[in-house]
T-cell receptor
Framework: GQQLNQSPQSMFIQEGEDVSMNCTSS?????WLWYKQDPGEGPVLLIA?????ELTSNGRLTAQFGITRKDSFLNISASIPSDVGIYFC??????????????FGQGTILTVHP | NAGVMQNPRHLVRRRGQEARLRCSPM?????VYWYRQLPEEGLKFMVY????????ESGMPKERFSAEFPKEGPSILRIQQVVRGDSAAYFC??????????????FGAGTRLSVL
């Protein structure tokens, strides 16, 4: 099946630093999603991307849909302690915009030291 | 406006018992998805349902697992004769089902199943 390779697996940073993580696949996707999961909770949608090359921001978060449609990037600027959690990329299996089944990356565990 | 509601949040079962997990989608959402998450892993798709129909169950184990989304009431994920390997967090997501937003899924807080 289709796989999303997410990196890095974990990051330990100081408060105020910027963070970058990415997700790659051998398959083409028409939609990329980024979720954050806090301990004991479900994933919460951060950003949705629909077009190749699209750059979208949500506060201190910025995500980009790669031009090849096989990758996506998430950046967090000026990290704060509440950014701690697991970040997942996700994309609909089958590559279409109408297919509901999501494939998830393995996640990036973010730890922020005050 | 309530989000996706799952209950129970925690469920403990002994091997061989049945587990029933419930999911009420967001208001106005007619599409429900179930995912399973093992510790330190990403979510894995199990099943996709619309009201009274199973659309895609390609991620469901062939035995002991079933899902339904009746005309009235919540969606139910049922696991019969649970084994220790069924211990995981089970998440439900819902979406409105409109074409361009069909894959914007909103997740519940999950049910943590522990099998003793």
């Amino acid at each position: 099946g289709q796989q999303l390779n997410q990196s890095p697996q974990s990051m330990f940073i100081q408060e105020g630093e910027d963070v970058s993580m990415n997700c790659t696949s051998s398959s083409i996707f028409n939609t990329w999603l980024w979720y954050k999961q806090d301990p004991g909770e479900g994933p919460v949608l951060l950003i949705a991307l629909y077009k190749a090359g699209e750059l979208t921001s949500n506060g201190r978060l910025t995500a980009q849909f790669g031009i090849t449609r096989k990758d996506s990037f998430l950046n967090i600027s000026a990290s704060i302690p509440s950014d701690v959690g697991i970040y997942f990329c996700a994309a609909p299996q089958g590559g279409g915009t109408s297919y509901g089944k999501l494939t998830f990356g393995q996640g990036t565990i973010l730890t922020v030291h005050p | 406006n309530a989000g996706v509601m799952q209950n129970p949040r925690h469920l403990v079962r002994r091997r061989g018992q049945e587990a029933r997990l419930r999911c009420s989608p967001m208001k106005g959402h007619s599409h429900v998805y179930w995912y399973r998450q093992l510790p330190e892993e990403g979510l894995k798709f199990m099943v996709y349902l619309q009201k009274e129909n199973i659309i895609d169950e390609s991620g469901m184990p062939k035995e002991r697992f079933s899902a339904e989304f009746p005309k009235e009431g919540p969606s139910i994920l049922r696991i019969q004769q649970v084994v220790r390997g069924d211990s995981a967090a089970y998440f439900c997501a819902s979406s409105p089902g409109k074409e361009w937003t069909k894959n914007i899924q909103y997740f519940g807080a999950g049910t943590r199943l522990s099998v003793l």
